[in-house]
């Protein structure tokens, strides 16, 4: 929910959606948008030696599909992600990478690569505007109609979420250029400030996209962000199975060029909130778009963050050169960083707390890990809905010199592509600064993960709903 991906191109009763289409013609032509992407979409296919290698790996998926999998009470609700609510309402066709509104110039600017190879960043960089850095302040308002009173509390929420983790600022403003958001059938954003010039840009948020991690995903865009699976670097972590993805949806999968691409030494990263999830755009959904590489397998369920992970926000940080608001330096543990909001104290990887991250996140518990199996039920009982999740933490630990190798069951409840109402977040790496795997998904059999030290933390997390999980586990050398 963004390795540094690329830098942008440059209340009351409910109204009626804006026409997306003509409300999209005043900045772009969209008959010359439908015909490059469909060129797009003829062009990109998988090599031999990538078919071959997606072969044995859907063979090994098709393994831990289960043949009857049983819910807990009953349960089979599923929450869409962005990209299903664009494809659903038709948005989609009109975008880029599923989510993504273009200009006219941007759109020229794609062409010129794909005519000349240059990189896209840079022809992107040099046509854009920027929001400002050290402290960017984004100006934003609500169309005529939009129902602020009972969507405008989340969407500030995901606002006060960068608020709170960089030195971007949102100002509720009446006049001057801004983002305004706007009524949509679907969630779409720019990328990036789009022009220098009095009106507004539109930030889409229609009823589906009211989560707190789908809608700090579009503000990434709208801070200058495309995804991470169109990183230049995207191939060493991924295959992208074209052959299992719809005909006019390609174009979706198309790869940065790699000269003078910006990733600010932020990693390729599964469980990023700007990553898709492996099946979206699959035409066949029993089975992945995308799968990732043998020696990252353990990624495969994990893919699409529910909200921003400390690699997004450092990204973030980098973008707008937050640090410069910090004079002196701060030593932090555990892969934290300075926190550029608070410059005594860092801002630390999810499962650390303190002011050095030197500690546990309050409230955790501690389970012994021993060479006899164990299994640990967990389950958080359905209460008040919140945008702020309620996690319970669990730190499994091994004798020393020993890992600890666990499993984990969902038992089934809601659930969605990025995990986002509820789930397991498991923290396995030596680095902490990498997300976790998310795990909700009770249909498949999910992955035996094992710790790179004699710990793991276990977090479950929800919104509100009723989850259930059983882990088994046991140190091992």
């Given at each position: 929910m963004f390795s540094l991906l690329f830098l942008a191109l440059v209340g009351s009763a409910i109204a009626g959606p804006v026409d997306?289409?003509?409300?999209?013609?005043?900045?772009?032509?969209?008959?010359?948008?439908?015909?490059?992407?469909?060129?797009?979409?003829?062009?990109?296919?998988?090599?031999?030696?990538?078919?071959?290698?997606?072969?044995?790996?859907?063979?090994?998926?098709?393994?831990?599909?289960?043949?009857?999998?049983?819910?807990?009470n009953g349960s089979i609700i599923k929450d869409e992600d962005i990209n299903?609510?664009?494809?659903?309402?038709?948005?989609?066709?009109?975008?880029?990478?599923?989510?993504?509104?273009?200009?006219?110039?941007?759109?020229?600017?794609?062409?010129?690569?794909?005519?000349?190879?240059r990189s896209r960043r840079q022809a992107l960089k040099d046509a854009g505007y920027s929001w400002g850095t050290v402290k960017p302040v984004?100006?934003?308002?609500?169309?005529?109609?939009?129902?602020?009173?009972?969507?405008g509390p989340t969407i500030t929420d995901a606002m006060k979420f960068w608020e709170k983790n960089t030195c971007v600022r949102f100002k509720e403003v009446t006049s001057g250029y801004r983002v305004e958001v706007r009524e949509s059938a679907g969630c779409s954003s720019y990328v990036g400030k789009?022009?220098?010039?009095?009106?507004?840009?539109?930030?889409?948020?229609?009823?589906?996209?009211?989560?707190?991690?789908?809608?700090?995903?579009?503000?990434?865009?709208?801070?200058?962000?495309f995804h991470v699976q169109s990183r230049f670097d995207r191939?060493?972590?991924?295959?992208?199975?074209?052959?299992?993805i719809l005909?006019?949806?390609?174009?979706?999968?198309?790869?940065?060029?790699?000269?003078?691409?910006l990733l600010r030494d932020i990693p390729y990263e599964f469980g990023s909130n700007m990553h898709y999830y492996h099946k979206d755009f699959a035409k066949d959904e029993s089975r992945p778009a995308i799968y990732a590489k043998p020696a990252y397998k353990v990624y495969q369920e994990g893919m699409m963050g529910r909200v921003p992970t400390f690699y997004d926000i450092l990204g973030v940080n980098?973008?707008?050169?937050?640090?410069?608001?910090?004079?002196?330096?701060?030593?932090?543990?555990?892969?934290?960083?300075?926190?550029?909001?608070?410059?005594?104290?860092?801002l630390c990887p999810f499962g650390w707390a303190g002011d050095k991250c030197d500690q546990r996140p309050a409230g955790t518990k501690k389970m012994l890990v021993t060479l006899e199996t164990q299994t640990k039920r967990i389950h958080l009982p359905a209460g008040t809905k919140s945008t702020q999740y309620k996690i319970d933490y669990y730190l499994l630990q091994a004798p020393p010199g020993k890992k600890v190798q666990m499993t984990p069951e969902v038992l089934g409840t809601r659930w969605s592509n990025s995990c986002d109402p509820m789930g397991l977040e498991v923290k396995f790496l030596k680095d902490a600064r990498p997300s976790g795997i998310?795990?909700?998904?009770?249909?498949?059999?999910?992955?035996?993960?094992?710790?790179?030290?004699?710990?793991m933390l276990v977090a479950a997390y929800s919104l509100g709903d009723q989850f259930a999980a059983e882990i088994t586990f046991k140190a091992v050398n």
């Open positions: 997306f289409e003509e409300d999209l013609k005043h900045n772009v032509d969209l008959e010359r948008l439908q015909k490059d992407l469909k060129a797009l979409d003829e062009r990109l296919q998988n090599s031999a030696d990538v078919d071959a290698e997606i072969e044995l790996l859907k063979a090994a998926y098709s393994k831990t599909v289960l043949e009857s999998p049983a819910p807990l299903e609510i664009n494809e659903k309402d038709g948005e989609e066709k009109d975008l880029f990478e599923g989510d993504v509104l273009l200009t006219n110039e941007q759109l020229a600017l794609i062409e010129t690569l794909h005519k000349s190879n984004i100006p934003y308002s609500y169309s005529a109609g939009y129902p602020k009173s009972t969507r789009i022009n220098d010039r009095k009106g507004t840009q539109a930030l889409n948020l229609g009823e589906g996209c009211m989560s707190v991690g789908t809608i700090c995903h579009e503000l990434s865009h709208t801070f200058g962000f191939d060493s972590y991924v295959d992208i199975d074209f052959n299992n005909t006019d949806d390609k174009h979706n999968f198309d790869l940065e060029g790699e000269d003078k691409t980098k973008h707008f050169n937050c640090a410069a608001n910090c004079k002196s330096s701060v030593s932090c543990s555990n892969g934290g960083v300075q926190d550029v909001n608070n410059c005594s104290k860092c998310q795990v909700c998904d009770w249909r498949v059999q999910q992955p035996t993960i094992t710790s790179e030290t004699n710990e």
